[in-house]
């Protein structure tokens, strides 16, 4: 979707920066995991803040928690920029700009949260909240192509990187395969977001990415252990 940013003021984009980071920032999966009496996660399984990890607790329901927050947050973080911005901000294309940063603030609060020294999570739940906040049939796309990587491999850290690597891709060429998809968010600025946010995810899944080219990196429902698993997210 081609945006006019000739007249746009940096201070309200540079608010929806912080209030996506701050937002993005809140530690879910550390937080449910204290309620929950299993004490600091980032001391079990791969000591990542994400769902990926609660689930290495044993308790489901925490884990399908901090996943559903940690996608809200980022979700939240596009609508509540959108619909500030609409009164704010002169342009048209404003309050989705207003939108698409705040998501990136977000996925840059999850991955480095100043309250616990810039060491966050990897950051895919909340990608994947961002990207169906701002184009959501980019955002379903990644989502069933997580689900299915995961389906055939088995390997969270590889369904999260091809669902993430894709969606870029998705998000410049589906307008242009289903005109209607543009009326929905779909189109280069999100494709740029998009972009970053892959680029963000992979570099964090480093560590990952070395454990699959040596075919060590654990199945879905193994390495507990810390020395064997780093794929939350």
Same mark, same amino acid.
């Given at each position: &979707?081609? &945006?006019?940013?000739?007249?746009?003021?940096? &201070?309200?984009?540079?608010?929806?920066?912080?209030?996506?980071?701050?937002?993005?920032?809140?530690?879910?999966?550390?937080?449910?995991?204290?309620?929950?009496?299993?004490?600091?996660?980032?001391?079990?399984?791969?000591?990542?803040?994400?769902?990926?990890?609660?689930?290495?607790?044993?308790?489901?329901?925490?884990?399908?928690?901090?996943?559903?927050? *940690?996608?809200?947050?980022?979700?939240?973080?596009?609508?509540?920029?959108?619909?500030?911005? &609409?009164?704010?901000?002169?342009?048209?294309?404003?309050?989705?700009?207003?939108?698409?940063?705040?998501?990136?603030?977000?996925?840059?609060?999850?991955?480095?949260?100043?309250?616990?020294?810039f060491?966050?999570?990897?950051?895919?739940?909340?990608?994947?909240?961002?990207?169906?906040?701002?184009?959501?049939?980019?955002?379903?796309?990644?989502?069933?192509?997580?689900?299915?990587?995961?389906?055939?491999?088995?390997?969270?850290?590889?369904?999260?990187?091809?669902?993430? @690597?894709?969606?870029?891709?998705?998000?410049?060429?589906?307008?242009?395969?289903c005109?209607?998809?543009?009326?929905f968010? @779909?189109?280069?600025?999100?494709?740029?977001?998009?972009?970053?946010?892959?680029?963000?995810?992979?570099?964090?899944?480093?560590?990952?990415?070395?454990r699959?080219?040596?075919?060590?990196?654990?199945r879905?429902?193994?390495?507990?252990?810390?020395?064997?698993? *780093?794929?939350?997210?």
């Amino acid at each position: &979707m081609p &945006m006019d940013t000739a007249a746009l003021p940096l &201070m309200p984009l540079l608010l929806a920066l912080a209030g996506g980071y701050l937002l993005g920032s809140i530690p879910f999966g550390l937080v449910l995991a204290y309620l929950g009496g299993y004490g600091d996660i980032r001391k079990i399984g791969s000591g990542n803040i994400g769902a990926t990890n609660v689930l290495r607790t044993g308790n489901k329901p925490l884990a399908a928690a901090t996943l559903v927050l *940690d996608s809200g947050k980022g979700a939240i973080a596009v609508g509540v920029a959108h619909c500030l911005a &609409m009164s704010v901000l002169p342009s048209p294309d404003a309050p989705h700009l207003a939108a698409l940063v705040a998501g990136g603030g977000a996925m840059l609060g999850h991955t480095f949260p100043v309250w616990l020294g810039f060491k966050g999570g990897k950051g895919v739940a909340t990608a994947l909240g961002v990207l169906l906040a701002t184009s959501w049939p980019v955002g379903v796309i990644a989502c069933l192509t997580w689900l299915l990587v995961a389906v055939l491999f088995r390997i969270s850290s590889l369904s999260a990187l091809v669902a993430l @690597a894709l969606a870029p891709l998705v998000a410049c060429f589906l307008p242009a395969v289903c005109p209607v998809a543009a009326g929905f968010g @779909a189109g280069g600025a999100e494709a740029v977001l998009a972009l970053a946010i892959a680029v963000l995810v992979w570099v964090r899944h480093h560590a990952n990415i070395r454990r699959l080219l040596a075919g060590t990196e654990p199945r879905i429902g193994q390495g507990k252990k810390k020395s064997s698993a *780093d794929t939350g997210n």
